[in-house]
């Protein structure tokens, strides 16, 4: 996996600080109902993957595992889902919809690098 990770400065600004569940929408917040389905709708988009270890900022390298990736994509998940992700453990992420799927649960991240 490559150790390059986006220079990004505060991507993402919330206003909750507290740890509770997120309420905005944007890339990397909460993941809303219609985000959900749309990503659900296309399940051929979906590309498998291991996550990598969190950074302190909220970047997780991805690394993609189907033949026609292109190969390491940095995610940045929102910082109150971050800890949900442990390194090694498999992931799938939505080509077009930019959801993460970790097990049952899907998260809404900004992605750092196009897929294609």
């Not at 309420?23 to 389905?37: I, N």
């Not at 749309?38 to 595992?65: C, F, N, Q, Y």
């Not at 929102?78 to 800890?83: G, L, S, T």
């Not at 390194?87 to 899907?106: D, F, K, M, T, W």
């Amino acid at each position: 996996m490559s150790s390059l990770k986006p220079k990004v400065q505060n991507p993402m600004l919330c206003t909750s600080t507290d740890g509770a569940a997120c309420s905005a929408h944007g890339a990397g917040h909460a993941l809303s109902a219609l985000h959900g389905r749309l990503a659900s709708a296309t399940p051929s988009k979906w590309r498998d993957g291991v996550a990598g270890e969190t950074t302190a900022d909220g970047w997780i390298p991805i690394e993609l595992l189907e033949a026609d990736a292109a190969g390491n994509h940095t995610v940045w998940v929102w910082n109150h889902n971050r800890d949900l992700v442990a390194p090694g453990e498999p992931v799938a992420l939505h080509a077009v919809y930019s959801a993460l799927a970790v097990g049952q649960a899907r998260f809404n991240v900004l992605v750092a690098a196009a897929l294609y």
